[in-house]
């Protein structure tokens, strides 16, 4: 253990070997993904360990970690991360990560959601010469009022079989886009509802109380705290929430119709199922690393094996094997795969037939271990 944290220690020191290993990965075109991720951390030494905004609501100390995922002719990677406080937004984080690692060009265009938004940001985007395609928070001054009925948007198109509505804004800087997208009204409506629903049925057992230790003479609430707990008509409530439904995109990029723009920002999926990898699949999903430098050696370990398990499933796709074999399925045949040293040579042994039939698929050769060196480059 000594040891290993001496090396974890010592690899954590050098964050600007690291940043050039990952520089290299930068695309000069293409779509460039980021999202934000948090690292539980119950380490006491830990500078950035700090309770802040987590979606999971983990009140807990953890690590806010910015990754950036390029999509580049068809190749899709992870590229670069960066650790901040708890406590930093990704808002903030944004224009440091961005800067870091230098990333700048014309032909690259930052994907990310409404919780990097900001004049600032987008000013700085501008400024590296960087296209964007960023969700905006429902109110944008740049949005006139909301429909009340699909027939009053200008444009609509399919998404995924699902109809697509579209309003378009152009500006000097670029151009806004709101979307309704009525299967997302349903499920927002539904959701809604429902917890209308549970909110009057707890003031109802509310008042129930009050009303009984009212007529004991032992009441509790102040009259104006009493009729608070009058029920809401959720119908009525409901018509209120015009927004349901819909969502904001902003782009720099005048040359993108709303449908392009749309199709680019769904991309951001990548992103995400890169973060299920990272805590199912690389089980990082908490760290027990105890001081700042042996946790970004952590963080790096973890972005060479997220680098690693990307290039085996780009494998899997360019052999058309994907509605097969999941990542998961490949490991568990191969990691059984197993060589002896006899008289001076390295001989596979036995495996099955399933494992072998694998093999084959992937061009990994068996027959002399020798050759297993560089595959699934």
């Given at each position: ?185 349903n499920d927002e409506a539904a959701d809604f509802i429902c917890r209308r ?181």
């Open positions: 253990p000594k040891t290993l944290q001496e090396l974890l220690c010592r690899a954590g020191m050098d964050r600007d070997a690291i940043r050039s290993y990952m520089k290299e990965d930068l695309p000069a075109d293409g779509i460039v993904m980021f999202d934000g991720h948090r690292i539980v951390s119950a380490s006491r030494n830990l500078e950035y360990a700090r309770v802040g905004y987590d979606s999971r609501r983990r009140f807990l100390p953890q690590v806010n970690l910015l990754y950036m995922f390029s999509v580049s002719d068809g190749r899709r990677l992870p590229v670069f991360y960066k650790q901040f406080a708890g406590d930093v937004t990704d808002v903030t984080a944004f224009g440091d990560i961005v800067s870091d690692a230098g990333l700048s060009g014309g032909n690259v265009t930052v994907i990310a959601d409404k919780g990097f938004e900001s004049d600032f940001n987008e000013d700085l985007l501008d400024d590296s010469g960087l296209g964007y395609v960023i969700a905006v928070r429902r109110g944008c001054a740049d949005v006139g009022e909301i429909p009340d009925r699909p027939e009053k948007y200008q444009k609509a198109f399919l998404f995924r079989g699902r109809a697509i509505y579209c309003n378009e804004y152009r500006g000097s800087a670029g151009n806004t886009y709101l979307y309704y997208d009525m299967s997302l009204a629903e549970k909110a009057n049925a707890a003031n109802e057992m509310k008042r129930e109380k009050e009303d009984a230790r009212r007529k004991r003479g032992k009441g509790k609430l102040t009259q104006e705290e009493y009729d608070r707990l009058q029920p809401v008509d959720v119908a009525e409530a409901l018509q209120a929430h015009r927004a349901n439904g819909t969502f904001i995109l902003k782009t720099n990029r005048t040359g993108l119709n709303c449908a392009q723009a749309y199709y680019l920002y769904k991309t951001r999926q990548d992103i995400e199922q890169a973060f299920k990898s990272y805590d199912d699949t690389l089980d990082a999903s908490a760290s027990y690393m105890r001081d700042q430098y042996s946790f970004e050696a952590w963080l790096f370990i973890n972005h060479l094996a997220l680098q690693m398990l990307y290039a085996v499933l780009q494998t899997i796709a360019d052999r058309e094997l994907t509605a097969k074999y999941s990542f998961d399925d490949a490991m568990q045949f191969l990691k059984h795969i197993r060589a002896n040293r006899i008289e001076g040579r390295w001989r596979a042994t036995k495996v099955t037939r399933q494992t072998m039939e694998l093999c084959r698929k992937l061009d990994i050769e068996l027959a002399d271990p020798e050759k297993l060196k560089g595959t699934l480059k």
